[in-house]
């Protein structure tokens, strides 16, 4: 079993950055595709970022077109984390984000913009943007 834990949302202005973090713990997840996904009230979730297992042949990032060049992911194998640095926030960011590991094994970069590839999941950390 592994267990997320999502923190470092808040309320914040327009144009505001925040850092997600997220602590994995029970068993590494350093074999395993990270994502962070979101939801606001109404809407379905969507897919924000995901990021290359370790022992990956290749290194990727994916992100969605809404927050591409606006938002890093990146992960510390060795703390079992995963952050989201999230910089010119808007309004419509508003939401709340959660963290996922992805199902061992490798099926291809646009695999896991889908939130049914992922195993685990956090409880989710808010993030208000005020205009």
């Known amino acids: 079993q592994v267990q997320l834990v999502e923190s470092g949302g808040g309320l914040v202005q327009a144009g505001d950055s925040l850092r997600l973090s997220c602590a994995a713990s029970?068993?590494?997840?350093?074999?395993?595709?990270m994502g962070w996904f979101r939801q606001s009230p109404g809407k379905e979730r969507e897919f924000v970022a995901a990021?290359?297992?370790?022992?990956?042949?290749?290194?990727?990032?994916n992100y969605a077109d809404s927050v591409e060049g606006r938002f890093t992911i990146s992960r510390d194998n060795a703390q079992n984390m995963v952050h989201l640095q999230m910089n010119s926030l808007q309004p419509e960011d508003t939401a709340v984000y959660y963290c996922?590991?992805?199902?061992?094994?490798?099926?291809?970069?646009?695999?896991?913009?889908?939130?049914?590839?992922?195993?685990?999941w956090g409880q989710g950390t808010q993030v208000t943007v005020s205009s």
């Open positions: 996922a590991a992805a199902v061992p094994g490798w099926y291809g970069v646009d695999y896991y913009t889908s939130g049914a590839r992922y195993e685990y």
């Open positions: 029970g068993r590494p997840v350093s074999g395993r595709t």
């Open positions: 990021i290359s297992r370790s022992g990956s042949s290749t290194f990727w990032t």
